[in-house]
């Protein structure tokens, strides 16, 4: 009787492990994330305190699921670790930046803009411009800057600068 009951057991072990092994392999996808990392970083000074930076960046939509994007904000954290949110530029104010301060070169990315598509298993590269009130050394001697993008469905992403 022991035998029977330890055989039972060890086949009823066996089908709830292959049950369970079997709904995380199909849910495998549906897990958002949105993985990258910053390409370049570009930064010009508009007057004495102020200033923009232009981020390029490539993320990576791996899982199963269309990202909508819902909101994009980029902030920067200076050595002393204080933080400053920058005024994000639509994509027209970007291509009208580029013209008006030429030391930041070509606009190599389209801006990621609110209600912008990432489709699922594919990579794009992307760029986000934006102005800080601050001058250009604070900038170019920051810590780093923090790209954070909010799905439509409230999740939020962040991309460190390396």
Partial sequence: ???????????????????????????????MELPGKVLKVRTAALDDN?????LDFRVTNPSDVLFVVRNVTL?????QGNSYLGQVAADTDAKRM????????????DTLLIRDKIAAHTSQDRMVAARFEAPVARLD?????????????????????R
Avoid: T
């Fill in 50 to 54: 102020s200033s923009v930076a232009v």
């Fill in 75 to 79: 902030e920067m954290e200076d050595p």
């Fill in 1 to 31: 009787m022991n035998k029977n009951f330890a055989i039972a057991f060890g086949v009823g072990l066996a089908c709830i492990v292959a049950a369970v092994s079997g709904v995380f392999f199909i849910q495998r996808g549906a897990h």
């Fill in 98 to 109: 580029f013209e008006a301060l030429p030391l930041l070169g070509q606009k190599f990315n």
């Fill in 141 to 161: 001697a920051r810590k780093k800057f923090l790209i954070r993008i909010e799905e439509v469905d409230g999740k939020s992403f962040e991309l460190l600068e």
